[in-house]
């Protein structure tokens, strides 16, 4: 016999494989294998989407699956029949441009960009454009350097109005020019003062606002600078035409107080008496602060640096200091005597001076962001 063992090859004596046998049990028998989807049928024509009643799903014929070389060779027959080749260049031709198309994706450039409609190169004028944007956009030298000043002052003046708006009055900044506060604050220092009514602590006198070396240290303990009370920028004699001095606000009288006999006698110096305070300042003509130096040995008042300080001489309190920064304020403010510890004067409203101490303001506010409380 020629027919092959079917427990060998799975094959009816016939030599035909039974499909069915090898599918999995359930298998639907309308459902084919990969290997029958591979197979090409000779029945197949170019119009069996439209005319053709075969489905898909058909099962594949025993004539393509009978016998091995049927298999190998059933693509050429394929091939020689007209309508097979037809519909093979079909299949064919479906698959090459998506090679194609992939393949040359990468090697295609960019197209390039069209030009921008309506771009005008030329720069702006006054006639076409305006003033304002002429000015902002100009390319001339002489412009752009004036554009540049305009910017950095209006720069400056918003940081001096932020400061202003804390601080409540101008200029919220003063250099100390001696070191008659030393060791808490320096000569060259910035320091940054309110309106003496803001931030006041309960130990404040009277309205005020301001709290004095005897006040904090007999009620809360209250301290500025290393010390007891508040450091008060104030106006001596309340003179505006002379220079404010920064010291520290001692104890508070009233008028027709005897505070001579109440002082420290370590700062009044030679005087051992009322009487014997210069400018008749003893008794208390007014209502006031007696005020000295942390480094000073005396009392402003006994070393005639001051009459009584009237609330209303005080610009401000210092609240921040920047250590060396004043030196810049400095360069522009007229020095004066080195006995007491006087802060540099008003800026003033005009004068060609004013840009340069804008610009003077302007780089003491920025390190005044990052100044420490001392």
């Known amino acids: 016999m ?9 094959d009816d004596a016939d030599g035909t494989s039974d499909d069915t046998a090898e599918r999995p049990d359930g298998w639907p028998d309308d459902w084919t294998t990969a290997s ?28 393509v699956a009978g016998d091995g070389d049927a298999t190998v060779d059933a693509p050429t027959d394929v091939t020689t029949n007209d309508h097979a080749t037809a519909d093979g260049t079909a299949r064919g031709d479906e698959a090459a441009p998506t090679g194609d198309r992939e393949s040359t994706l990468g090697e295609r450039s960019a197209p390039e960009k069209p030009p921008a409609h ?3 190169d030329d720069p702006p004028t006054i006639a076409d454009d305006g003033v304002i944007t002429w000015f902002l956009n ?24 932020v400061l202003f708006a804390i601080s409540g009055i101008w200029p919220p900044l003063v250099a100390v020019e001696s070191g008659s506060m030393e060791p808490h604050m320096s000569k060259g220092d910035l320091v940054f003062i309110v309106d003496e009514q803001r931030y006041a602590p ?26 007891y009370g508040d ?18 606000a001692r104890f508070y009288v009233e008028e027709g107080d005897n505070w001579v006999k109440d002082a420290d006698p370590d700062h009044l110096g030679a005087v051992d008496t009322c009487a014997e305070v210069p400018r008749n300042q003893c008794p208390a003509p007014y209502d006031g602060f007696i005020t000295k130096g942390d480094a000073n040995d005396n009392y402003d008042q006994v070393q005639s640096q001051s009459d009584i300080v009237k609330p209303e001489w005080v610009r401000g309190k210092a609240q921040v200091r920047v250590p060396l920064l004043g030196w810049i304020r400095l360069q522009f403010a007229k020095l004066t005597s080195a006995t007491t510890s006087p802060v540099a004067p008003t800026i003033p409203a005009n004068g060609p001076a004013l840009f340069a101490r804008l610009g003077a303001l302007g780089a003491a506010a920025g390190a005044a962001v990052v100044a420490t409380r001392t």
């Open 2 to 10: 020629n027919g092959h063992d079917p427990d060998d090859r799975g």
């Open 36 to 63: 029958d989807d591979a197979q090409p049928s000779n029945d197949e024509s170019p119009h069996s989407n439209d005319e053709s009643p075969h489905s898909n799903d058909d099962p594949p014929t025993d004539d």
């Open 118 to 120: 309506d771009v005008d």
């Open 138 to 161: 100009s390319p001339n030298g002489s412009v752009v350097f004036v554009r540049d000043v305009v910017s950095s002052v209006a720069a400056v003046a918003a940081i001096g109005l």
């Open 202 to 227: 309960q130990s404040a006198v009277q309205d005020t606002g301001v709290s004095t070396h005897t006040s904090a240290q007999a009620a809360n303990g209250y301290s500025k600078f290393g010390n």
């Open 231 to 248: 450091v008060v920028v104030y106006r001596p004699y309340g003179d505006r035409g002379a220079t404010p001095i920064i010291h520290r």
